[in-house]
């Protein structure tokens, strides 16, 4: 399992359902991303971000565009759980179908290169 066993403890407590399968983002060096395997078959990521304003940026940003995404028939994934008061802020969210754009080699669904974004 990717995560540590305080992880999984954690991510059990607060969805409530045991971890059957966690694993490590390939990419990415400054914040840590699991795609995480419940029990009822769901898939989560779990999100650790290093600076807490990353954290609550993410999040600002999700709520913000979930709705007019959604009327736009963009996907974007819901919000389990959150805690921004930890050493290490982190958010669990709903793992959307299909291969994340790092995993796909960097291009985008219509062929263009993604950006990698350093803060």
């Not at 078959?41 to 290093?50: I, K, L, P, T």
């Not at 974007?76 to 994340?100: H, Q």
Request: proline content about 6%; overall charge positive.
């Amino acid at each position: 399992m990717a995560t540590d066993d305080s992880d999984r403890v954690l991510i059990e407590r607060v969805l409530a359902r045991p971890v059957t399968e966690a694993v490590k983002a390939t990419w990415g060096c400054t914040n840590r991303t699991d795609f995480v395997t419940l029990d009822s078959g769901d898939r989560v990521v779990v999100q650790r971000y290093r600076r807490r304003h990353d954290a609550e940026y993410r999040l600002q940003v999700m709520r913000a565009l979930w709705a007019p995404a959604s009327r736009a028939g963009i996907a974007i994934p819901r919000i389990r759980e959150s805690c921004l008061d930890r050493d290490r802020a982190w958010v669990i969210f709903d793992a959307l179908p299909g291969i994340p754009v790092p995993e796909a080699g960097g291009v985008a669904p219509a062929g263009r290169a993604s950006r990698t974004w350093r803060g």
